[in-house]
């Protein structure tokens, strides 16, 4: 000790202060790795301690490996964000495959047809003369979404309530089948018929939910009015549980949607409503616009009289129309369809392929065979 004295008195105590400062700077560094500094990872201070190897004790640094090891499973998910070209770190969230429908789990979805059509199901009929053009997979019975609301319609229309009464937007109207939004607020007021024209023209669920609850006993008499209406109007294969076409167990076949479709079609307020474009309704001092969620209506190369949209992922994208092609009244149904636009798209292919053809009443060619059909 007192050799050392001697030492530090030659030296000064300058000397000795920045001796003191060198030999912490390396534990300074793994000072900062054990903070968990994200901008380097730990192998730095390893890298440092090389430097000083005779200084710091073989111990030290074998402390150091397991964070190293920790860091590099944590930077897995960081290399693959930068090597997309994100300068900052992010989560990657699980891929979670979506849902198949009921119909691709049937595999419906690998019925061939000549028209090349996306949906699992389609139907097309001559409305007047009951001629069927299109069958593919018609009989199967499948959950047909928003397609319901047309029943609903139906339902109020039959039952004579008035049209102006004022309605008002509960907490029993919001969904808890799936979830979905709306953008009528609990306490939003409107008449039976604005909540008629935003379920059929934009499918709004609240206002469907809503017109089933101001059926005269409430919901349970409305849903037991629709399946009454459906087995008046032959529709065999068709059972409903609510009027908005959320649950999956509202479920019909194509063949009964046509039957559906043609009842509708008698009232002009059905036509009127589910074809308008677009559609605004005054909420309080806020005027909300509504749009049509068939794409065709805006086509003025189209002449549709009814129609109607659907989506659940078990159900697929549906839709039924009727319309007028080659001179004739035309009742098309497609279910099941896998893509956002691909029922718009098989609509686009069954009318090009009806005015190829060039139809005529008696459906003859020159030689005297019947035109050709679709059926699958």
């Given at each position: 000790?007192?050799?050392?004295?001697?030492?530090?008195?030659?030296?000064?105590?300058?000397?000795?202060?920045?001796?003191?400062?060198i030999?912490?700077?390396?534990?300074t560094v793994?000072?900062?790795?054990?903070?968990?500094?994200?901008?380097?990872?730990?192998?730095?201070?390893?890298?440092?301690?090389?430097?000083?190897?005779?200084?710091?004790?073989?111990?030290?640094?074998?402390?150091?490996?397991?964070?190293?090891?920790?860091?590099?499973?944590?930077?897995?998910?960081?290399?693959?964000?930068?090597?997309?070209?994100?300068?900052s770190?992010?989560?990657?969230?699980?891929?979670?495959?979506?849902?198949?429908?009921?119909?691709?789990?049937?595999?419906?979805?690998?019925?061939?047809?000549?028209?090349?059509l996306?949906?699992?199901?389609?139907?097309?009929?001559?409305?007047?003369?009951?001629?069927?053009?299109?069958?593919?997979?018609?009989?199967?019975?499948?959950?047909?979404?928003s397609?319901?609301?047309?029943?609903?319609?139906?339902?109020?229309?039959?039952?004579?309530?008035?049209?102006?009464?004022?309605?008002?937007?509960?907490?029993?109207?919001?969904?808890?089948?799936?979830?979905?939004?709306?953008?009528?607020?609990?306490?939003?007021?409107?008449?039976?018929?604005?909540?008629?024209?935003?379920?059929?023209?934009?499918?709004?669920?609240?206002?469907?939910?809503?017109?089933?609850?101001?059926?005269?006993?409430?919901?349970?008499?409305?849903?037991?009015?629709?399946?009454?209406?459906?087995?008046?109007?032959?529709?065999?294969?068709?059972?409903?549980v609510?009027p908005?076409?959320?649950?999956?167990?509202?479920?019909?076949?194509?063949?009964?949607?046509?039957?559906?479709?043609?009842?509708?079609?008698?009232?002009?307020?059905?036509?009127?409503?589910?074809?308008?474009?677009?559609?605004?309704?005054?909420?309080?001092?806020?005027?909300?616009?509504?749009?049509?969620?068939?794409?065709?209506?805006?086509?003025?190369?189209?002449?549709?009289?009814?129609?109607?949209?659907?989506?659940?992922?078990?159900?697929?994208?549906?839709?039924?129309?009727?319309?007028?092609?080659?001179?004739?009244?035309?009742i098309?149904?497609?279910?099941?369809?896998?893509?956002?636009?691909?029922?718009?798209?098989?609509?686009?292919?069954?009318?090009?392929?009806?005015?190829?053809?060039?139809?005529?009443?008696?459906?003859?060619?020159?030689?005297?065979?019947?035109?050709?059909?679709?059926?699958?």
């Amino acid at each position: 000790m007192l050799a050392w004295g001697k030492w530090l008195r030659s030296r000064g105590w300058l000397s000795v202060l920045i001796a003191c400062l060198i030999a912490a700077g390396p534990a300074t560094v793994d000072a900062a790795a054990k903070k968990g500094d994200g901008k380097r990872p730990a192998a730095t201070s390893v890298s440092k301690g090389k430097k000083a190897a005779g200084k710091r004790p073989v111990a030290r640094k074998a402390k150091a490996a397991p964070r190293a090891k920790t860091k590099a499973k944590k930077q897995v998910v960081t290399a693959s964000a930068k090597q997309r070209g994100k300068s900052s770190v992010r989560r990657v969230a699980a891929v979670v495959p979506a849902r198949p429908s009921y119909g691709h789990a049937f595999g419906l979805h690998e019925t061939a047809d000549p028209l090349g059509l996306k949906s699992s199901v389609a139907l097309v009929v001559d409305q007047d003369t009951g001629e069927v053009l299109i069958n593919k997979n018609a009989q199967a019975v499948l959950p047909i979404a928003s397609l319901t609301k047309l029943m609903t319609a139906l339902v109020v229309i039959e039952a004579q309530q008035p049209l102006d009464e004022v309605l008002t937007i509960t907490a029993e109207d919001v969904d808890t089948e799936k979830g979905s939004s709306s953008r009528l607020a609990l306490g939003t007021r409107l008449t039976r018929g604005e909540m008629l024209h935003l379920a059929l023209m934009s499918s709004e669920n609240r206002a469907a939910n809503a017109l089933g609850r101001h059926y005269p006993g409430g919901l349970p008499a409305f849903v037991e009015a629709m399946n009454r209406k459906a087995r008046e109007l032959g529709m065999q294969d068709t059972r409903y549980v609510e009027p908005t076409g959320l649950s999956s167990r509202n479920q019909s076949t194509a063949r009964d949607l046509a039957l559906l479709v043609k009842a509708a079609y008698q009232y002009p307020l059905i036509r009127e409503l589910s074809t308008s474009p677009e559609y605004g309704v005054a909420i309080g001092k806020r005027q909300l616009h509504y749009r049509n969620t068939n794409g065709l209506v805006y086509k003025d190369d189209w002449d549709i009289g009814l129609q109607k949209t659907g989506y659940i992922s078990e159900a697929g994208r549906c839709l039924v129309m009727q319309a007028q092609l080659a001179g004739r009244k035309l009742i098309m149904v497609f279910l099941d369809s896998a893509g956002r636009y691909s029922r718009i798209g098989d609509a686009e292919r069954v009318r090009r392929w009806i005015e190829e053809l060039d139809f005529s009443r008696d459906m003859e060619t020159e030689d005297g065979d019947p035109m050709p059909r679709v059926t699958s």
